[in-house]
Every structure is written in structure tokens, then in C-alpha cells.
């Protein structure tokens, strides 16, 4: 009895990754990871394989390769300028860097300050 041939999982994700809504949550996923667990090199290797999906096949290979090392280049810099950089670089792939409201855990904390109140101790 001969076992099924599995198939490769890269080209497998690669596929999934074409459809840019499948992109757009497979790096929220990555991002959202837990609170300082995330790392470089899992952030780079995804970002790569979004960019293998939807970049490198709308570009020319030098174009492609330009792109690369900009992503190597800006993932190495700190301050904001990275985040703005980063976002000019999805974009490029048609993606867009947002933020959108934590629902997390819905039951409130009796002791927790709520967005309102944050929002106006912000405001004095």
C-alpha cells in the first residue's frame, strides 16, 4: 500500500495569496499577533509571500527586485518613518495598511477605563 502524495504547502499558499482579500488577512493575522511576539523574520517571510502572489507578476523582475530590497531596507529602519514607508510599499501590491477597532474580549472590566473616558482625559 503506497501513501498519497501530499502536495507542496508554498505553492499552495502562494495560490491562496493571488486573491488580495486572502492577503490582506493572512498579514492582519501576522500583525495581530500577541503583544510582543512578533517577529522580524515571520513578518518579512510573510510579507514576501504576498508580495510573491500579487507583486512579482505585475512587475518586471528588475522592478521586482527594486521592490525586495526596499522591503529589507525599511523593515531595517526605525522611528515612523517606517510605518509610512510600509504602507507605501503594500500599497504598491494594491493592499492598504489600516487600523480597525479591537473587539477582543467584549465583557468590560468594572475597574477598566472605557474608550469615552480615555478619549476625553485625551482631550485636556
Known sequence: M???????YH???ISNLKEPAYSAG????????????????????????VF???G???????DAKLHLEKLDVLLSGEGSATIY????WLKALGLKLTVVV???DKREEKDSVSAAEFAEVGNI
Open 2 to 8: 503506497t501513501m498519497p502524495k501530499s502536495l507542496p
Open 11 to 13: 505553492p499552495y499558499k
Open 26 to 49: 493572512y498579514l492582519t493575522e501576522i500583525f495581530e499577533e500577541e503583544e510582543g511576539d512578533l517577529e522580524l523574520g515571520i513578518m518579512r517571510k510573510a510579507i514576501r509571500d
Open 52 to 54: 510573491e502572489a500579487l
Open 56 to 62: 512579482e507578476p505585475n512587475m518586471s523582475a528588475e
Open 85 to 88: 514607508a510600509l504602507a507605501s
Open 102 to 104: 479591537d473587539e477582543g
